[in-house]
């Protein structure tokens, strides 16, 4: 994974790259239990202890609509029938805290809809960072090389429709 920024870093910081996202799968007739029409989980993935919890700020027609995480992995799993986005609040190893959203899409032109996002965080204090490889575990390295190709294949008919 290529960690190389385009920007300065500013003095006392370092960066680390964390990945977040959903992934969510149409259930089918047989699944599908009144108007639940889908299952999807939304996670948010980094360095082995760069993370200390993660806090998912449901849509409030839940019946537990804050949800923390403490250990990995960090991702929680839902059936639902609605999009909306989702706050997310994360603890890093130095208890500083980053907040952002996420829009769980669940229609598309598949059954299977995901969404993805890399981004650099900057940080203060001492961090060692595990090995490269074992940043993102065999689950999340097949996610994103399916992802790859999904673009990919996306990019062939938008060349063959030119």
């Known amino acids: 994974m290529n960690t190389q920024t ?23 007739p047989e699944e599908k ?14 360095p082995e202890g ?19 995480i403490t250990k990995k992995p960090f991702m929680i799993q839902q059936l639902g029938w609605g999009e909306f986005t989702i706050q997310i609040k994360v603890t890093l190893f130095n208890n500083d805290k980053l907040h952002f959203s996420h829009f769980l899409k669940l229609h598309g032109p598949t059954n299977v809809v995901k969404s993805d996002k890399i981004d650099t965080v900057f940080y203060r204090g001492q961090f060692n960072f595990p090995d490269q490889q074992e940043i ?17 294949i996306e990019e062939l008919e938008r060349l063959e429709e030119q």
């Open 6 to 28: 385009n920007f300065k870093i500013p003095a006392g910081y370092k960066t680390a790259v964390i990945n977040y996202g959903s992934i969510a799968t149409m259930l089918t």
């Open 33 to 46: 239990i009144n108007e639940i029409t889908h299952k999807w989980e939304v996670y948010v993935n980094a």
């Open 50 to 68: 760069f993370i200390k919890s993660v806090t998912y700020r449901l849509h409030e027609t839940f019946v537990n609509p804050v949800v923390t």
């Open 136 to 152: 993102f575990d065999d689950s999340d390295e097949f996610y994103r090389i399916e992802k790859a190709i999904d673009k990919t």
